[in-house]
């Protein structure tokens, strides 16, 4: 039976590229793409760009959100909208059990985008060996967490509500992870991402790079276009009936390698210096009075700074590997384009 699916956040940074590299997929067949919209100018470029059909759903009304998604029998959800919510994923959700039931199809499929923090020291994961995507307890530590960021705590706890609502209503859910995504976005929307932007935003209230961690503290990174080969190959073996793993053994991390921070550091230094943004390209400890300014560029919370610009992370793509994803740039890319993402940067923000 063949699949209508739909991208939420399609004028955002990984939703627009992943819409805008669907036509080279060379995906099995499906029934209906379709893109959420919130203006007639969206609904119009998914039409014509991508041949996408644009839906429009009010997201704070459970019932429009099961309408909008039982009506067209949608199959499919890629979730690209926000971290936090606990509501919208679980309506849809109760919205894709529906059509399952309605439609007599054996599955239907929720694809949560998540972030590499609630993996990291910000929520107490290991961070003293590789986390692979792949190991069984990465639910129950997500369901345990008691990490010094309760807000990326609760992000974690989200995605253990996710799992455990899918999986009550039949429904094969999917934890997609992001990390350090670079790399100019390939959309009709936002074209830069959100991790190299706080550096760079920080960096240049401050003058200076400064560092909340020592030099050993590492993050997984993934160019922009990977990421995205992740997503379609996720879709590829849904549609072609591979059955991906999904659940509780569902996560799914988009990452080529990790990079030092104190590199990435000085990649982005160079350039910024170039461009007179920062004064010296030397990489400082962070005292009070420099989160306290970096946080007014930031979230405005000091506390909170540490887990917008650093923190140790050593979680490990393996899951996508299984279904035959590969990272076409290597983990150094980031460090030899670092120059080209502050122009970005500095461009649109």
Known sequence: MSHN??????????????????????????????????????????????NAEPVRIDLNDDADIEQAIVSREISVIYYLIDVMDKRKPAAMIRALSKVKQN???????????????????????PTNRPLLDTEEEIYELLRTAKGPQPLIVEAGKTNVKIIDDAEALGVRSYIFSP???????????????????????????????????????????????????????????ILSGQNPRYGKNGFYLAASGLVKWHDLYRALAKRLLEKDVIDDDIITPANDAALEKMSTVLRGDK???????????????????????????????????????????????
């Open 103 to 125: 439609t007599g199809r054996d599955d239907v499929h929720f694809l949560f985008t998540t972030g590499a923090k609630i993996f990291s020291s910000h929520t107490g994961l």
């Open 303 to 349: 506390s909170f700074v540490s887990a917008e610009i650093g923190g140790r992370c050593t979680f490990t793509a393996a899951r996508g590997h299984t279904i035959g994803w590969k990272a076409k740039y290597a983990p150094e890319h980031i460090l030899e384009v670092a120059g080209e993402e502050v122009d970005l940067v500095l461009e649109h923000s």
């Open 179 to 237: 990390c350090i995504v670079y790399g100019k976005g390939e959309g009709f929307g936002n074209p830069i991402s959100i991790q190299t932007v706080a550096v760079i935003r920080a960096a240049k209230r401050t003058r200076r790079i400064y560092t909340v961690d020592d030099s050993s503290a590492t993050w997984p990174v993934c160019h922009v276009y990977d990421n995205t080969t992740l997503y379609l190959s996720i879709l590829r073996a």
């Open 5 to 50: 699916i739909v991208i939420t956040g399609a004028s955002g940074y990984l939703g627009g590229t992943l819409l805008a590299r669907w036509k080279e997929a060379n995906l099995p067949p499906y029934k209906n793409l379709y893109a959420l919209v919130r203006t007639d100018e969206q609904a119009k470029a998914v039409k014509e760009l991508y």
